[in-house]
C-alpha cells in the first residue's frame, strides 16, 4: 500500500507540473509533449488501481494515437517551432473562473468522500481484468459497442472528405 | 448463456445501419450514375428503417434489452417515427442543394444518416453510457457537415466552431456523469440512478454533478447562456444542414434531457428545477430579443430557434409538479417545431436558389413573384409564433396546460414570461410575412421561381403536418398522450 | 489508498482544462485543454470502478478514450482545412462571422 501510494503521489505532482504546462507553454510542441506525459501518468494511476485494460488501452490509444495526431497535426499546419504568444486577453478571468471551480468541487468532493478508502486486493485485480472487461462490454453494453463502431467509421469518412484536397 | 437477441426492438437501428452501409458502397461502386442517385437511395433507406418503427408500435409492447440499459417503449417508438420522419425531409431539402454544388454526394448522406442513427439510439438510451455515445454518434458527422463547403471560409469557422464546442460540453457533460456514476455508488442505469436520487440522502457534490450534466446538454440545445455558437454555425453551415442542426441534432439533445430527468434525476428536482428555469426563461428572452435585430434570414431563424428551445425548457422546468403533461408537452412541441422549423428553412433554400440571398431585404415581394412560396413561410412563420389554425398554436397551448397544472409561483411566472415572448416574437415572424406581401419585389426578380420536385415534396409534407396539426389537434394529441411512459 | 487523492487529481486537472479552454486562442492547444478534462473524467471513473467494485466505470472510460480519439481526429481535419484556407490555425483569425 506505501509503495502505490508513494508512486502515486509522485506520478501525480508530474501529472499536474505537466497539465499546467500544457494550458501556459509558449511552444505548440513543447505543449504536445508535456500533455503525451499527462496522459502516460493517467495510464499509470489507472495500472495502480488495478485496472490493467483501461490503463493498457488508454497507453495505446492516447499515447499511441492521440498525442501523434496532435504531433502530425502541429507539422502539417507548420506551426512555428520558436515560442509564439497563443493565449488571448482572457488570462486572468480564466484563472479566476478555474480557481474558484477548482475550490469548489475540492470542497464539495472533501464533503462527500471524506474518508473513504480504495482497497487494493485481488478481487479489484479480477474487476478490470480483460475477460472481465470484455464479458460485461458485449454482454450489457453492446448496443453503445456497436454505435461506436459506426462512429468510428462515420469520423474517418468524414475526416477524410473534408481534409482532403480537391 | 448465451444472451437473448431481439432482433425486432433492434431492427429500426439494424435497418438504417444496413441503408447507410448501402448509400456507402453504392456511391463507391456507381459514382454520379444518372437514375441512381445516392439521395434516392438515402430517402429510400431512410423510409424503410420506418416499417420496423410501425410494426413496433403496432405489437405495441414494451421492450427491454441489455439489463435495461436500452428500451424499446412508446415513447422511443414516437421520437424513432419522428426522427426518420426529419431525416427523410432533410434528405429531400438537401438533394438539390448538394447535387448541384461541387460536394461529395455520397459521404454527405452517409454523415446525415449516421447522426440520425444516434438519434434513433437516443431514444432508447436508458443509461449514461448508451446517452453519451448516441450524443457523440449525432455530434461527430455533424461536426464534419457544418463545414461541408470547403473552399468558404464561412463554413469553415462553422465548423471549428461547432466542434470546439461540442467536444468541449461533452467533456463537461462526461466530468458531471462521472461523479454521477460514483456518488450513486456505481451504477449508469438511469433507473438505478432514480433510486438513489429518490432516496434523499445525496451530498451536495450531487447538485453539482447534475449542474454539469445539464451544462453539457444546454449546449447541444443552445440554451442561453451557452448558444453563442449557435448563430454564427448556423449561418455558415451548408443551408440543408442547418435545418437538420436545428431540428433534429437539437431534438437529439432534447430527448437525452427528458430521458435523463424523467428516467434519473427526477427526484432530485430541487438540484435541476432551478437550472431548468433559468435556461428557459433566458432562452426565451435573448432569443426573441436578439431575433428582432437580425437581417439575414437564417441569423433570425438560429435565433428563433434559440428562444423555441426556450419554449421547450419551459414545461421540463415545471415536470416536478405536473410529470405527465409536461412529458406530453414537450413531445409534441418537439413534432410541431420539427414540421414548422424544416419547412420554414425549405423555404428560404427554395427562395435562395433564385436571389443568391440570405438577406431578409430579399423576402420584399415575394408574394408577387412567388406567391405559393410567399405564402408557404408566411404560414411557417405565423406557426412558429403560435397563430391558429396553424399547428404552432397546439405546441404553445400543451406548454402552457403544462404550466398551469403545475401551478405554483415558479411557474406562473416562468408562465408569464413564456407569454410576453410569445407577443415579442409575432412581430419579428410577422415582419418578414410584412415585407413578402407588402413591399414591392426588387426588379431583375420578375421572372417565375422554379421548386426543383424533391423541395416541392418536402414543403408539401411540412406544410400538411402544420395545417392539419393545426386544425384538427386531438388526433396528434394522442400520440403525445401514449408516448408518456409514468 | 484514499478515494480522494484520485479525485482530487482529477479536479485539478479538470480546472486546467478549463482554464486551457478560456485562455487559448490557437484551435489545437484548445483542444489539448479539453483532452486535460477528458482524462480527468477517465481518472475519476477509474478511480469510482475501483471504490465501488464495478466495472461499468471501466468501461465507460474505455467508452471515452475511444470517442476522443474520434474527436481529435475529425478535430485536426477541420484545422487542417482552416489552415489551408486561412493560412493560419488560429481561432483569433477565423472570426468572419461575428455572434
Same mark, same amino acid.
Given at each position: 500500500?506505501?509503495?502505490?501510494?508513494?508512486?502515486?503521489?509522485?506520478?501525480?505532482?508530474?501529472?499536474?507540473?505537466?497539465?499546467?504546462r500544457v494550458?501556459?507553454s509558449r511552444n505548440l510542441v513543447h505543449a504536445a509533449l508535456f500533455l503525451i506525459t499527462?496522459?502516460?501518468?493517467?495510464? !499509470?494511476?489507472?495500472?495502480? +488501481? $488495478?485496472?490493467?485494460? %483501461?490503463? @493498457?488501452?488508454?497507453?495505446?490509444?492516447?499515447? /499511441?494515437?492521440?498525442a501523434v495526431?496532435f504531433l502530425f497535426g502541429i507539422i502539417?499546419t507548420r506551426a512555428p517551432m520558436q515560442p509564439a504568444?497563443y493565449?488571448?486577453?482572457?488570462?486572468?478571468? !480564466?484563472?479566476?473562473?478555474? +480557481? $474558484?471551480?477548482?475550490? %469548489?468541487? @475540492?470542497?464539495?468532493?472533501?464533503?462527500?468522500? /471524506?474518508?473513504?478508502?480504495?482497497?487494493?486486493?485481488?478481487?479489484?485485480?479480477?474487476?478490470?481484468?480483460?475477460?472481465?472487461?470484455?464479458?460485461?462490454?458485449?454482454?450489457?453494453?453492446?448496443?453503445?459497442?456497436?454505435?461506436?463502431?459506426?462512429?468510428?467509421?462515420?469520423?474517418?469518412?468524414?475526416?477524410?472528405?473534408?481534409?482532403?484536397?480537391? | 448463456?448465451?444472451?437473448?437477441?431481439?432482433?425486432?426492438?433492434?431492427?429500426?437501428?439494424?435497418?438504417?445501419?444496413?441503408?447507410?452501409?448501402?448509400?456507402?458502397?453504392?456511391?463507391?461502386?456507381?459514382?454520379?450514375?444518372?437514375?441512381?442517385?445516392?439521395?434516392?437511395?438515402?430517402?429510400?433507406?431512410?423510409?424503410?428503417?420506418?416499417?420496423?418503427?410501425?410494426?413496433?408500435?403496432?405489437?405495441?409492447?414494451?421492450?427491454?434489452?441489455?439489463?435495461?440499459?436500452?428500451?424499446?417503449?412508446?415513447?422511443?417508438?414516437?421520437?424513432?417515427?419522428?426522427?426518420?420522419?426529419?431525416?427523410?425531409?432533410?434528405?429531400?431539402?438537401?438533394?438539390?442543394?448538394?447535387?448541384?454544388?461541387?460536394?461529395?454526394?455520397?459521404?454527405?448522406?452517409?454523415?446525415?444518416?449516421?447522426?440520425?442513427?444516434?438519434?434513433?439510439?437516443?431514444?432508447?438510451?436508458?443509461?449514461?453510457?448508451?446517452?453519451?455515445?448516441?450524443?457523440?454518434?449525432?455530434?461527430?458527422?455533424?461536426?464534419?457537415?457544418?463545414?461541408?463547403?470547403?473552399?468558404?471560409?464561412?463554413?469553415?469557422?462553422?465548423?471549428?466552431?461547432?466542434?470546439?464546442?461540442?467536444?468541449?460540453?461533452?467533456?463537461?457533460?462526461?466530468?458531471?456523469?462521472?461523479?454521477?456514476?460514483?456518488?450513486?455508488?456505481?451504477?449508469?442505469?438511469?433507473?438505478?440512478?432514480?433510486?438513489?436520487?429518490?432516496?434523499?440522502?445525496?451530498?451536495?457534490?450531487?447538485?453539482?454533478?447534475?449542474?454539469?450534466?445539464?451544462?453539457?446538454?444546454?449546449?447541444?440545445?443552445?440554451?442561453?447562456?451557452?448558444?453563442?455558437?449557435?448563430?454564427?454555425?448556423?449561418?455558415?453551415?451548408?443551408?440543408?444542414?442547418?435545418?437538420?442542426?436545428?431540428?433534429?441534432?437539437?431534438?437529439?439533445?432534447?430527448?437525452?434531457?427528458?430521458?435523463?430527468?424523467?428516467?434519473?434525476?427526477?427526484?432530485?428536482?430541487?438540484?435541476?428545477?432551478?437550472?431548468?428555469?433559468?435556461?428557459?426563461?433566458?432562452?426565451?428572452?435573448?432569443?426573441?430579443?436578439?431575433?428582432?435585430?437580425?437581417?439575414?434570414?437564417?441569423?433570425?431563424?438560429?435565433?428563433?430557434?434559440?428562444?423555441?428551445?426556450?419554449?421547450?425548457?419551459?414545461?421540463?422546468?415545471?415536470?416536478?409538479?405536473?410529470?405527465?403533461?409536461?412529458?406530453?408537452?414537450?413531445?409534441?412541441?418537439?413534432?410541431?417545431?420539427?414540421?414548422?422549423?424544416?419547412?420554414?428553412?425549405?423555404?428560404?433554400?427554395?427562395?435562395?436558389?433564385?436571389?443568391?440571398?440570405?438577406?431578409?431585404?430579399?423576402?420584399?415581394?415575394?408574394?408577387?413573384?412567388?406567391?405559393?412560396?410567399?405564402?408557404?413561410?408566411?404560414?411557417?412563420?405565423?406557426?412558429?409564433?403560435?397563430?391558429?389554425?396553424?399547428?404552432?398554436?397546439?405546441?404553445?397551448?400543451?406548454?402552457?396546460?403544462?404550466?398551469?397544472?403545475?401551478?405554483?409561483?415558479?411557474?406562473?411566472?416562468?408562465?408569464?414570461?413564456?407569454?410576453?415572448?410569445?407577443?415579442?416574437?409575432?412581430?419579428?415572424?410577422?415582419?418578414?410575412?410584412?415585407?413578402?406581401?407588402?413591399?414591392?419585389?426588387?426588379?431583375?426578380?420578375?421572372?417565375?421561381?422554379?421548386?426543383?420536385?424533391?423541395?416541392?415534396?418536402?414543403?408539401?409534407?411540412?406544410?400538411?403536418?402544420?395545417?392539419?396539426?393545426?386544425?384538427?389537434?386531438?388526433?396528434?394529441?394522442?400520440?403525445?398522450?401514449?408516448?408518456?411512459?409514468? | 489508498?484514499?478515494?480522494?487523492?484520485?479525485?482530487?487529481?482529477?479536479?485539478?486537472?479538470?480546472?486546467?482544462?478549463?482554464?486551457?479552454?478560456?485562455?487559448?486562442?490557437n484551435?489545437v492547444l484548445?483542444?489539448m485543454?479539453?483532452?486535460?478534462?477528458?482524462?480527468?473524467?477517465?481518472?475519476?471513473?477509474?478511480?469510482?470502478?475501483?471504490?465501488?467494485?464495478?466495472?461499468?466505470?471501466?468501461?465507460?472510460?474505455?467508452?471515452?478514450?475511444?470517442?476522443?480519439?474520434?474527436?481529435?481526429?475529425?478535430?485536426?481535419?477541420?484545422?487542417?482545412?482552416?489552415?489551408?484556407?486561412?493560412?493560419?490555425?488560429?481561432?483569433?483569425?477565423?472570426?468572419?462571422?461575428?455572434?
Open positions: 500500500m506505501i509503495a502505490q501510494n508513494i508512486a502515486f503521489w509522485i506520478i501525480a505532482v508530474v501529472m499536474a507540473a505537466a497539465a499546467v494550458v501556459t499527462v496522459l502516460i501518468g493517467a495510464s !499509470a494511476q489507472f495500472i495502480i +488501481l $488495478l485496472a490493467e485494460f %483501461v490503463g @493498457v488501452t488508454q497507453f495505446f490509444l492516447y499515447v /499511441g494515437a492521440v495526431l502539417v504568444d493565449d488571448n486577453d482572457q488570462r486572468w478571468p !480564466a484563472l479566476a473562473v478555474s +480557481l $474558484l471551480l477548482l475550490g %469548489v468541487l @475540492v470542497a464539495l468532493l472533501i464533503d462527500a468522500f /471524506g474518508h473513504q478508502e480504495i482497497e487494493l486486493s485481488d478481487d479489484l485485480l479480477a474487476i478490470g481484468r480483460s475477460d472481465a472487461v470484455g464479458n460485461s462490454l458485449f454482454r450489457t453494453f453492446v448496443v453503445p459497442f456497436e454505435v461506436v463502431s459506426m462512429l468510428l467509421l462515420a469520423a474517418l469518412i468524414g475526416a477524410v472528405a473534408i481534409a482532403r484536397r480537391d | 448463456m448465451n444472451p437473448v437477441f431481439d432482433y425486432h426492438a433492434l431492427a429500426p437501428e439494424l435497418v438504417l445501419s444496413g441503408a447507410i452501409v448501402v448509400v456507402l458502397v453504392a456511391d463507391l461502386l456507381f459514382p454520379d450514375r444518372e437514375g441512381l442517385q445516392t439521395s434516392r437511395l438515402a430517402s429510400l433507406g431512410i423510409l424503410v428503417a420506418l416499417v420496423p418503427v410501425l410494426t413496433l408500435a403496432i405489437d405495441g409492447a414494451d421492450r427491454s434489452l441489455f439489463g435495461g440499459g436500452f428500451v424499446v417503449d412508446d415513447y422511443a417508438i414516437a421520437l424513432k417515427a419522428f426522427f426518420l420522419l426529419v431525416a427523410y425531409v432533410t434528405v429531400l431539402v438537401s438533394a438539390d442543394y448538394v447535387g448541384e454544388g461541387d460536394y461529395y454526394k455520397g459521404e454527405f448522406y452517409f454523415l446525415l444518416m449516421s447522426s440520425v442513427l444516434g438519434m434513433l439510439a437516443m431514444t432508447s438510451a436508458r443509461d449514461l453510457i448508451s446517452i453519451f455515445v448516441a450524443l457523440e454518434l449525432i455530434s461527430i458527422p455533424t461536426f464534419v457537415l457544418a463545414g461541408w463547403r470547403k473552399h468558404d471560409t464561412k463554413s469553415n469557422e462553422a465548423a471549428i466552431k461547432y466542434y470546439l464546442i461540442g467536444v468541449l460540453s461533452s467533456a463537461v457533460m462526461l466530468y458531471g456523469m462521472s461523479l454521477i456514476y460514483g456518488l450513486s455508488g456505481g451504477k449508469v442505469l438511469l433507473a438505478d440512478i432514480g433510486k438513489f436520487a429518490a432516496a434523499g440522502d445525496a451530498p451536495p457534490l450531487f447538485a453539482v454533478a447534475i449542474f454539469l450534466t445539464l451544462v453539457g446538454f444546454a449546449f447541444k440545445v443552445s440554451a442561453v447562456p451557452f448558444h453563442f455558437w449557435a448563430p454564427d454555425t448556423y449561418e455558415g453551415s451548408p443551408t440543408p444542414v442547418t435545418a437538420f442542426l436545428s431540428v433534429a441534432s437539437k431534438a437529439g439533445g432534447f430527448v437525452a434531457i427528458l430521458s435523463i430527468i424523467y428516467f434519473g434525476f427526477f427526484e432530485a428536482d430541487e438540484s435541476w428545477q432551478p437550472v431548468l428555469w433559468a435556461l428557459a426563461a433566458a432562452s426565451m428572452t435573448v432569443g426573441n430579443l436578439t431575433a428582432l435585430r437580425q437581417t439575414n434570414i437564417v441569423r433570425m431563424l438560429a435565433y428563433s430557434s434559440v428562444a423555441q428551445g426556450g419554449f421547450i425548457l419551459v414545461p421540463l422546468a415545471v415536470a416536478q409538479d405536473a410529470p405527465r403533461a409536461s412529458f406530453e408537452a414537450v413531445v409534441i412541441y418537439l413534432f410541431i417545431y420539427g414540421a414548422m422549423n424544416l419547412g420554414a428553412f425549405a423555404v428560404v433554400i427554395a427562395v435562395a436558389r433564385r436571389t443568391r440571398s440570405g438577406e431578409i431585404e430579399s423576402y420584399a415581394g415575394l408574394g408577387q413573384t412567388a406567391p405559393v412560396l410567399g405564402i408557404l413561410m408566411s404560414a411557417f412563420l405565423l406557426s412558429l409564433a403560435g397563430i391558429p389554425p396553424l399547428a404552432g398554436w397546439f405546441a404553445k397551448f400543451v406548454m402552457f396546460r403544462a404550466v398551469f397544472e403545475a401551478g405554483g409561483a415558479g411557474a406562473v411566472t416562468l408562465g408569464v414570461i413564456a407569454a410576453v415572448n410569445s407577443v415579442i416574437a409575432f412581430f419579428y415572424y410577422a415582419g418578414v410575412a410584412r415585407r413578402i406581401w407588402f413591399e414591392d419585389p426588387a426588379a431583375e426578380l420578375a421572372g417565375p421561381a422554379r421548386v426543383p420536385a424533391a423541395l416541392t415534396v418536402a414543403l408539401a409534407m411540412s406544410a400538411a403536418v402544420v395545417l392539419v396539426i393545426g386544425v384538427y389537434p386531438q388526433l396528434f394529441a394522442r400520440v403525445g398522450e401514449l408516448a408518456v411512459p409514468l | 489508498m484514499a478515494l480522494n487523492q484520485f479525485l482530487i487529481l482529477s479536479a485539478f486537472l479538470f480546472c486546467t482544462g478549463v482554464y486551457g479552454v478560456l485562455a487559448r486562442r484551435g484548445v483542444l485543454s479539453v483532452e486535460l478534462m477528458l482524462n480527468a473524467v477517465n481518472i475519476n471513473l477509474v478511480a469510482f470502478s475501483a471504490f465501488v467494485r464495478d466495472v461499468g466505470g471501466q468501461i465507460f472510460a474505455l467508452f471515452v478514450i475511444t470517442i476522443a480519439a474520434a474527436e481529435v481526429g475529425v478535430g485536426l481535419a477541420i484545422v487542417l482545412l482552416i489552415y489551408r484556407n486561412l493560412d493560419s490555425p488560429d481561432l483569433d483569425r477565423v472570426d468572419q462571422l461575428k455572434g
